[in-house]
Nanobody, 120 residues
Framework: QVQLVESGGGLVQPGGSLRLSCVAS????????MGWYRQAPGNQRELVAG???????NYADSVKGRFTISRDNAKNTVYLQMNSLKPEDTAVYYC??????????????WGQGTQVTVSS
């Protein structure tokens, strides 16, 4: 059983910062990719940022220069540091992991989501 648990969401004023965390637990053989996605009401879920086990990252254009993704492979944890937050960043943020329980089969797993609200 694999579980992804996010934390760190909340209410913040425009221009403020938040740090999201996501921990993967369970019978995990290896984690190739971890990423953050978000979904605002009425919108499709979209990629925010992703990072491979080797440290390669990618970001949505809308968050480049403001958000930073990082991971601790030893702790199966991925972080998202969000600075200079804008009202349009308001969404439910989901953690995703592409991982292997039994080699070589790789599957995607999702967390339950954490709400981020940017408002004055």
């Amino acid at each position: 059983q694999v579980q992804l648990v996010e934390s760190g969401g909340g209410l913040v004023q425009p221009g403020g910062s938040l740090r999201l965390s996501c921990v993967a637990s369970g019978s995990i053989f290896s984690i190739y990719y971890m990423g953050w996605y978000r979904q605002a009401p009425g919108n499709q879920r979209e990629l925010v940022a992703g990072i491979t086990s080797g440290g390669s990252t990618n970001y949505a254009d809308s968050v480049k220069g403001r958000f930073t993704i990082s991971r601790d492979n030893a702790k199966n944890t991925v972080y998202l540091q969000m600075n200079s937050l804008k009202p349009e960043d308001t969404a439910v943020y989901y953690c995703k992991a592409a991982l292997t329980v039994v080699a070589p089969i790789q599957n995607n797993y999702w967390g339950q989501g954490t709400q981020v609200t940017v408002s004055s």
